[in-house]
Structure formats: C-alpha cells, structure tokens
C-alpha cells in the first residue's frame, strides 16, 4: 500500500512537472522533456497496475491452495478423532495413522436404563431395595476406513500436500497436555505459508505470514488441531471451507 501511495504521488509530481514545462520551459526544448516526462509517467502506471493486478492474482491462487490443502487437513482430522475413539489417543505417525484406518473397527453399542437389587441395601434394611443402572451393550462393529472414507483411497495419501508435486508432507505431531492436573490427548498437523506458496513474491507471502484478520488465515501455517491448546478445529475461516 505504501509503495501504491509512493507511485501515485511520483505521478501526480510528474504531471504537475509537464504543466510547468509547458508553460515555462522554451519550445525548442518542450519535445524532448515532454516525450522523457509522458513515457516515465507511463511506466510509473504500469507499475502501479501491476502492483495492484499482482496482488489480486497472488489471492486468487492463495485461497485457491488453502481450499485443497483445507480439505486433507479435514481427513486428518477424521481420522485422528476416530483414532482417539478407538484408542483414547491421538497418532503422530502418519503410518501408523494409516495402518489403523485400514484395520481398526468402531464399536457400535447401545445404551439402556435397567433396574435391579442392590444387595448392599437391601442387606441393611431388610426388604428389597433397587437402584438404577446403565447397560451398554455391544451391537457389532464397522471399520474406520469404511465410516470414515467408503471406498475412497484418499487417506493414503491425505498426508501429502497436495499443492505441491515434489511429495512433501503435512507436519503431524500428538501427544498430551497438562490441564487441571489432567494429562489431555492433542494433535496438530500443520504446513508452512512459505512451503504452499513457495513459487509466489516474497513480500507478498511474507505480509501473508503475518495476517490477523477475521477473514484470513492467521498466523504463518495452515493448521487442524494444536499442542498449545485443547483444540481440533482448523485455522481457517468459514469463507475457505462450509465446515470447519
């Protein structure tokens, strides 16, 4: 925005410069300066143009990126939810993570109120005494891949970036976070701005590192889950997914 403003004004100077010229300077000499003042004040609005246009097609192929990498991200974060049903913790592993999406049941089951005879009391007092239970019962089992994925093979390859054709992967860590005194189960998995938009203006992807706005991605990384915090929710905002 500064350099805009800079650009403008230069112009803005120019032009002022060529009315000055012509009324002041002697005609012999008006062609030449005029001709170099007319073509700076062209490549200064081409400039200007470009810094704009620039801009914009930088953020069309941002939002562009994230959406696809938003949607792996949101795989992961399946699949690292149903890992923790299943096992109670989260996986750091991306092989491992694999392997149990490929293995692993849920449990389906139901539960139910039921009375029966408490002993203990009925013991005590004499007469029979009841007290209220829940049963669960166990109804069968699904696969994790089948819930989770159907017949679609995406998850072997959710950990990959998908903007990016050299095979690099998301960042994946798990593990447990003291709160209260309770150790809780967490997990982030995570891509640098710079890896997703490596090829795009250094400026530009490093005022994008930087974002804090209710409409943007904040922060340096795209990111599901964290360590820092009880947290499985993406960093994105609604605009970028229509779930998050």
Not at 72 to 83: F, P, Q, T, V
Not at 234 to 243: A, E, I, R, T
Request: glycine share 6%; net charge negative.
């Amino acid at each position: 925005m500064i350099i805009f403003i800079l650009i403008v004004a230069v112009i803005l100077m120019t032009i002022g410069i060529v009315y000055l010229i012509d009324k002041y300077v002697p005609k012999k000499y008006k062609p030449f300066i005029l001709v170099g003042l007319w073509t700076l004040i062209i490549y200064l609005g081409y400039i200007t143009f470009m810094s704009i246009y620039g801009e914009i097609q930088f953020n069309q192929l941002k939002e562009k990126r994230y959406k696809v990498v938003i949607e792996n991200l949101k795989d992961i974060r399946d699949s690292e939810l149903a890992h923790r049903t299943v096992t109670g913790q989260f996986e750091g592993n991306w092989d491992s993570l694999v392997k149990f999406i490929e293995t692993e049941k849920f449990t389906i089951t139901q539960r139910r109120d039921s009375t029966v005879i408490d002993k203990e009391l009925t013991r005590i007092y004499g007469v029979d005494t009841t007290k209220d239970i829940v049963i669960i019962d166990t109804l069968g089992f699904v696969p994790v891949k089948d819930s989770l994925f159907g017949a679609d093979p995406r998850y072997k390859t959710m950990m990959n970036i998908p903007t990016l054709e050299d095979g690099q992967k998301f960042e994946l860590k798990a593990g447990l976070l003291a709160q209260n005194g309770v150790n809780i189960p967490v997990f982030e998995a995570s891509v640098s701005k710079q890896i997703l938009l490596f090829d795009q203006d250094k400026n530009l992807v490093d005022l994008e590192s930087e974002v804090k706005s209710v409409e943007g991605v904040n922060g340096p990384t795209l990111k599901v889950g964290s360590m820092d915090e009880v947290n499985t929710n993406g960093n994105w905002p609604k605009n970028y997914s229509k779930d998050q």
